[in-house]
């Protein structure tokens, strides 16, 4: 096995590039403005970097209606800017992976504005078109899936906002422009891709409806059977990978919609993707045995197919970890599950800001800009809580721009910042570093045996990584409570903690309130 493979054993940080750093002063985040904080995330530790969409847009969805694929957004920068910021991350040993929504497109694309127009030019059936609505299939945001289109007197279909039409993966044309589309890519030197929704490309030939059940909305009324999961998504799949391998070390992890075990193990794996994300640990309560459960989930899954994990507890779609976890300001229990996420055996993804323990900002409804928070409000408020911007320093707009920014900097941007937490030893910034810094040096936190300890007692979490020549126990308390831990009989030395120091040579401990601690031993026989 390699020693070192960026994208199984180092750490991927993603970006929403319009709320991450502004240099041209039009209040969005702009490519430029990545690279010049490049050094920042070089010294935070992280191996690769993540692009939400950055492709030009009419902003339906905010950068997942893409009306050119192979073009960046004039707002965002250029193409120069582009390939600026690839050498410049290689330079640092930093990978990109880019954000590839190929299900839809903008109904500003070219392809479909050709499609549109009339019921016979080349493009005429790149896109789902019916006489009628021919069932009951249901759009993510809300309303029907099929839209009436005055211009070519037709429906079409799509699976989110009517300004994302679905594209017709059974045309052999829409696959070769897809595919056209990544080498496009790693051409220009991208390292790797996420897929938006990739197990949705094909839809039931015959247009079947959905069978109907309980839920709250028509979509979650349905079992999504035949608008998701065709069966020609295998061949898709191989085909992409394929592309990956004619370069060296890329890489594809996919989104798979409505994830379960069945779908990762027949999406992902030799020949297919690398990885998938498997959302339950993202949605776990805060108990010790909700985030076992997922924990061991993903272990299965890697037992059973060439697939390795990765953990994720944040991104541009879900409520960020501390507004989910903490407890106002208090970054305790942001700290528990930030060690959790870089002690697993498995590829840990972070979400901008969540370094710093950033947190969701609120709006008036009149202030939401995404889809189906104006859809649902007040019981979905929408994904704009987590898509603030990125809290820099304490001056106007959190350092993030001159001008007044897309939306709104969370009010605590005085006191939590980056600037602030580089010089609090103490900090959420610093805590996150310095575990970092102990997984990128241990083999053993990368890649070891992950094995729960029997004995764990109630509101503690506790494992082994088991290395070929090290033990390292990983203890972390959820409680605001003292507990009391039976510890594997061994001369246990520190190897991470804020609050001791020397060796640990008794069978119990007692873990401080919200106490993270990280113990090792060598093993004097290397396992076979």
């Known amino acids: 096995m390699q020693d070192f493979l960026w994208w199984r054993d180092g750490i991927i940080y993603q970006i929403y590039p319009r709320s991450f750093y502004d240099t041209n002063g039009n209040g969005l985040g702009d490519l430029a403005g990545i690279t010049a904080r490049l050094d920042y995330l070089a010294d935070l530790g992280v191996d690769a970097l993540w692009l939400s969409p950055f492709y030009p847009t009419p902003d339906a969805d905010f950068g997942y209606d893409i009306s050119d694929h192979v073009d960046v957004d004039t707002r965002f920068g250029s193409l120069a800017d582009f390939d600026t910021l690839v050498e410049a991350s290689h330079r640092r040993g930093i990978r990109i992976v880019l954000d590839l929504v190929l299900n839809h497109v903008s109904d500003q694309h070219p392809w479909f504005i050709e499609s549109r127009a009339n019921q016979t030019n080349p493009k005429h059936d790149w896109f789902i078109w019916q006489d009628q609505i021919p069932n009951n299939w249901e759009s993510v945001f809300g309303g029907k899936a099929w839209t009436y289109d005055e211009e070519r007197g037709q429906y079409y279909y799509h699976m989110f906002v009517k300004e994302q039409p679905d594209l017709n993966w059974r045309k052999p044309e829409v696959r070769k422009a897809q595919m056209d589309v990544l080498r496009f890519w790693l051409e220009r030197g991208v390292d790797g891709f996420r897929l938006d929704v990739y197990n949705v490309y094909f839809k039931d030939e015959k247009l079947r409806n959905n069978p109907t059940k309980w ?19 295998g061949s898709v799949l191989e085909e992409m990978r394929s592309i990956l391998d004619e370069y060296p070390e890329r890489y594809a992890v996919g989104e798979t919609f409505f994830a379960t075990r069945e779908k990762i193990l027949k999406y992902n794996g030799a020949g297919k993707l690398h990885a998938a994300f498997d959302f339950r640990f993202l949605w776990s309560k805060y108990k010790p045995e909700k985030f076992f459960k997922a924990i061991q989930n993903w272990e299965n ?24 976890y903490a407890k106002g300001e208090d970054d305790a229990r942001t700290k528990i599950i930030m060690a959790m996420l870089l002690t697993m055996r498995g590829t840990p993804f972070l979400y901008y800001g969540e370094e710093i323990g950033m947190r969701d900002i609120s709006l008036k409804r009149s202030e939401i800009m995404d889809p189906p928070g104006k859809k649902y409000w007040p019981f979905n408020k929408g994904r704009d809580g987590c898509r603030s911007p990125m809290q820099w320093d304490s001056s106007d707009n959190a350092g993030f721009s001159v001008e007044k920014p897309w939306l709104p900097a969370h009010p605590n941007f005085k006191e939590r910042n980056v600037a602030a937490q580089l010089d609090d030893e103490s900090s959420m910034l610093q805590f996150t570093r310095k575990l970092i810094a102990l997984r990128k040096e241990n083999q053993t936190l990368r890649r070891g045996e992950f094995i729960p300890l029997k004995d764990t007692a109630s509101e503690v979490m506790a494992y082994l990584r088991l290395g070929d020549d090290e033990k390292i126990l990983v203890a972390l308390n959820f409680s605001k409570k003292k507990k009391t831990l039976t510890l594997p009989k061994a001369s246990w030395s520190i190897l991470f903690s804020e609050n001791r120091e020397g060796d640990i040579n008794q069978d119990e401990i007692i873990l401080f309130p919200n106490e993270v601690l990280l113990l090792s031993v060598k093993v004097t026989q290397k396992r076979s």
């Open 215 to 233: 839920g709250r909305r028509a979509f979650e009324r349905q079992d999504h059977i035949y608008d998701i999961d065709g069966p020609e998504m």
């Open 301 to 324: 899954l890697s037992a059973d197919a060439d697939i390795y994990p990765n953990y994720v507890l944040s991104n541009h779609d879900v409520p960020r970890p501390a507004t989910r």
